[in-house]
Structure formats: C-alpha cells, structure tokens
C-alpha cells in the first residue's frame, strides 16, 4: 500500500509497518510502500519503536509523507547494551 492509502485507512494513529519499497534521497530514506502490521497505542509508542525488528518501524499517519532521516556520521559509535 502506499503511506497516502495507509493514511486514510489509519487516520491520527501510530502503526507498526513493514516497508516494502522506498529510495534514497539527501541523507534521507523516503518510503513508498509499506504493510500495516498493526495499530501502537500513544502510550506504546516509543517503546514499540525501539522494539521493533529489521525492516519494520513505528510511525504516525500525520506525517504526510513518511521519510526517516539517515544518520551517516563515521565518527559516532553505537553500543548495543546487554540486559
């Protein structure tokens, strides 16, 4: 589906979404086919965001377009930490 279908169906709600197709631009990822896994309450949200696997992300359909900003920077590190 694209994000604008995805929009309509899913009006002012946060989704767990798989994307499907999309294309690089500026640093930015601009997604243009995704499948709506499910619906995230508000409260939810943020913590289903950092749970959430390869491939899929939680956004909200407010966002008229649905792009994520890459972060490219050689100099930052990330750290994975361990429970």
Same mark, same amino acid.
Do not use: C
């Given at each position: +589906?694209?994000?604008?279908?995805?929009?309509? $169906?899913?009006?002012?709600?946060? $989704? $767990?979404?798989?994307?499907?197709?999309?294309?690089?631009?500026? @640093?930015? %990822?601009?997604?243009?086919?995704v499948a709506?896994? &499910?619906?995230?309450?508000? %409260?939810?949200?943020?913590?289903?965001?950092?749970?959430? %696997?390869?491939?899929?992300?939680?956004?909200?359909?407010? @966002?008229?377009?649905?792009?994520?900003?890459?972060? *490219?920077?050689?100099? +930052? %590190?990330? *750290? &994975?930490?361990?429970?």
């Amino acid at each position: +589906m694209t994000w604008q279908e995805v929009r309509e $169906l899913f009006p002012d709600q946060f $989704l $767990l979404v798989s994307i499907l197709d999309y294309y690089e631009e500026d @640093n930015k %990822k601009i997604v243009t086919e995704v499948a709506p896994i &499910r619906t995230v309450a508000k %409260k939810d949200a943020n913590k289903e965001f950092f749970r959430a %696997k390869e491939g899929t992300v939680v956004y909200h359909t407010s @966002n008229e377009d649905f792009v994520i900003h890459l972060r *490219r920077d050689p100099m +930052m %590190k990330v *750290r &994975r930490i361990l429970k």
